[in-house]
């Protein structure tokens, strides 16, 4: 089971930090995903990070704004965004996957809204 939390309103400019706590699965076997799916757009791939958190990997539009990190002891995963604009507006999901291809998830958080608005 994932559940993501953290998510709410902010101004252009701000930060938010997203968190996702994961149970009942072995948390260390899995790479770990943060998708966003704004209104009337698909889902779409924001960053992961490895199972070790050696690894990293972001989409191109946040990439330098947003920071994907893992505490295993905790079966926690976050997602720091800064320097927020409205086009970050979007449900923010967590995922759990044993491969790092992007479009092979084995669980999914229900989601958390973000509103980048002033």
């Known amino acids: 089971r994932l559940v993501e939390s953290g998510g709410g309103l902010v101004e252009p400019g701000g930060s938010l930090r997203l968190s996702c706590a994961a149970s009942g699965l072995t948390f260390s076997a899995f790479n770990m995903k943060w998708f966003r799916q704004a209104p009337g757009k698909e889902r779409e791939f924001v960053a992961q990070i490895s199972n070790t958190g050696r690894n990293s990997d972001y989409a191109g539009s946040v990439k330098g704004r947003f920071t994907i990190v893992r505490d295993s002891s905790r079966a926690m995963v976050y997602l720091q965004m800064n320097n927020l604009q409205p086009e970050d507006t979007a449900v923010y999901y967590c995922?759990?996957?044993?491969?790092?291809?992007?479009?092979?998830?084995?669980?999914w958080g229900q989601g958390t809204q973000v509103t980048v608005s002033s």
């Open positions: 995922s759990a996957g044993m491969s790092w291809n992007h479009l092979a998830n084995d669980y």
